[in-house]
């Protein structure tokens, strides 16, 4: 499975310590934390990345003790992303 940003629907910004992102199609705002707007970052710039990319990004940048936990972390963060529309799995 691979995913690719929705990045026409939405607009970004880093606001204090606070990822920012505003959904154009319901004018909604979205406040993620810093490790989301990390992966957000990520599958921005490799369009097409797949969790296995995702994961492995996130163990060479980061300090992680639990391999399970973090798999799961970005599971859950990856559905958050989907379910507002500004993430898409691809073939």
């Known amino acids: 499975m691979m995913y690719k940003l929705n990045a026409r629907d939405f607009g970004w910004n880093k ?3 606070d990822f920012v992102v505003f ?3 319901d ?6 934390n ?3 707007k990390d992966l957000f970052e990520f599958i921005h710039v490799h369009e097409g990345c797949s969790i296995d990319d995702i994961n492995n990004y996130f163990k060479q940048n980061y ?3 639990n391999q ?5 972390d970005i599971k859950i963060l990856l559905e ?3 379910q507002i529309g500004m993430l898409y799995e691809i073939s």
């Open 15 to 17: 606001i204090d310590e």
């Open 23 to 25: 959904t154009m199609t």
């Open 27 to 32: 004018e909604k705002y979205h406040v993620f």
């Open 34 to 36: 810093e490790t989301a």
């Open 63 to 65: 300090e992680i003790e």
């Open 68 to 72: 399970e936990q973090l798999s799961q």
């Open 80 to 82: 958050q992303m989907q």
